[in-house]
């Protein structure tokens, strides 16, 4: 095996590197996680992931702990409701959406994100996760990498893989290609306890996902495991628009006006969420990475997920993504099909570039379809055609 006797350092402790992690130790590798998160009750952030057949659950599958995902899945959370500005409802798929169809290709279960790290956390072995890792930066050191972490901390590793996320501190070690701005923005807000503190809207989701549309304007939200709800602003605007809107983030009553002066056509009820949100907000200027990206392949060094492919959220790739790049890397890492790393590295990223750019294409069109004038109208067309 080419990674034999080889110490690998994946940074980033999301679904991709703990994935990642989980299926390198199947096959006997020595891998490391390094995350920043202080440690493991650090809260999770983010939206239910829906995971997809051929890759979040092709890669639990391999992982070896698919019967784990059943037992923590949300049921139900994956149904969906499509409403104009107004709060009406024109699409509901609460009658007719199966429970569970686990092996049915358009299956997509949800699960919190906070649940799925402690699975994934709990199927490696003892000590993988150095918390605390904060990376700063690296150097060559003979055949391998020198770390080093904010906490004043350093480690050596043989084989390096970026898991860092959209801004990721690694891959301008791999390559200077930048991502676009897609000119769309995202306005995060998180609500615990739903039921009490936001009940019209808790009652209004039934434990599912709301994607409301109207005036070129988002609201997304969903249903979380433990009873909060997150939602999401979503709106064309200027890249710089977060730093440059003068809002104060922890300010509820700022935010709430804001989106009344900004989506003035949108119904009272969607109030409710900006009034009982956690603070502060969080602005998310949505990027993508070029669809013709390439680089040229190094023997210690690599990238997945968000590092590699940063892509906005509107076809819910992004985790499933990085849960397929883990699977296709930890396949090539440890194949005996190649005689060298250099090779077995370019044919994984080779693969991962073309099918990522593909999943990037069809996010940016389908959010450029969510915020045109008739998002409504064809989102229903693409909601009812499945």
């Not at 709060?87 to 919190?112: L, M, Q, Y």
């Not at 994607?211 to 710089?240: P, R, V």
């Not at 930890?330 to 590295?345: D, F, M, W």
Request: aromatic share 10%.
């Amino acid at each position: 095996m080419l990674i034999y006797n080889k110490s690998i350092a994946i940074v980033g402790g999301g679904p991709g590197g703990l994935t990642l992690a989980r299926l390198l130790q199947l096959k006997g590798a020595d891998a490391k996680v390094y995350e920043r998160d202080f440690d493991k009750n650090a809260r999770v952030q983010g939206s239910p992931l829906d995971l997809h057949h051929d890759s979040g659950l092709a890669a639990i599958r391999k992982a070896g702990l698919l019967e784990e995902f059943k037992k923590n899945f949300l049921t139900g959370a994956d149904r969906e409701l499509i409403m104009n500005e107004q709060a009406k409802i024109f699409f509901s798929d609460h009658e007719t959406k199966v429970g569970e169809n686990f092996g049915h290709e358009h299956f997509r279960p949800e699960i919190d994100r906070g649940t799925l790290r402690q699975i994934l956390l709990e199927s490696l072995q003892p000590e993988t996760v150095v918390w605390n890792s904060h990376f700063i930066s690296m150097e060559k050191e003979n055949e391998g990498w020198r770390l080093y972490f904010k906490n004043g901390s350093s480690a050596y590793a043989d084989i390096v893989i970026a898991s860092d996320g959209a801004n990721s501190k690694i891959r301008p070690y791999i390559t200077d290609i930048k991502a676009f701005y897609s000119g769309i923005t995202m306005l995060e807000g998180n609500i615990y306890n739903a039921k009490e503190t936001a009940p019209n809207i808790n009652t209004l989701l039934k434990g599912g996902k709301i994607m409301a549309f109207g005036n070129e304007k988002n609201l997304l939200m969903g249903q979380k495991g433990n009873g909060d709800i997150g939602f999401y602003a979503s709106f064309k605007s200027d890249e710089k628009w977060s730093s440059t809107n003068g809002l104060d983030y922890s300010d509820k009553t700022q935010v709430l006006e804001w989106f009344k002066t900004n989506y003035p056509e949108w119904n009272q009820i969607w109030y409710e969420l900006f009034e009982n949100a956690e603070t502060p907000f969080v602005p998310r200027p949505i990027y993508c990475m070029p669809f013709d990206q390439n680089w040229k392949t190094q023997s210690n060094l690599t990238m997945i997920g968000d590092a590699a492919h940063v892509m906005p959220p509107f076809a819910g790739e992004g985790a499933n993504m990085a849960m397929l790049d883990a699977l296709e890397l930890s396949e090539c890492l440890t194949s005996e099909k190649y005689n060298i790393l250099t090779e077995a590295i370019s044919v994984y990223e080779k693969n991962m570039q073309k099918r990522a750019s593909i999943a990037a294409k069809e996010s940016l069109e389908n959010g450029k379809l969510m915020h045109s004038e008739n998002a409504l109208e064809a989102m229903l067309g693409f909601f009812n055609s499945h």
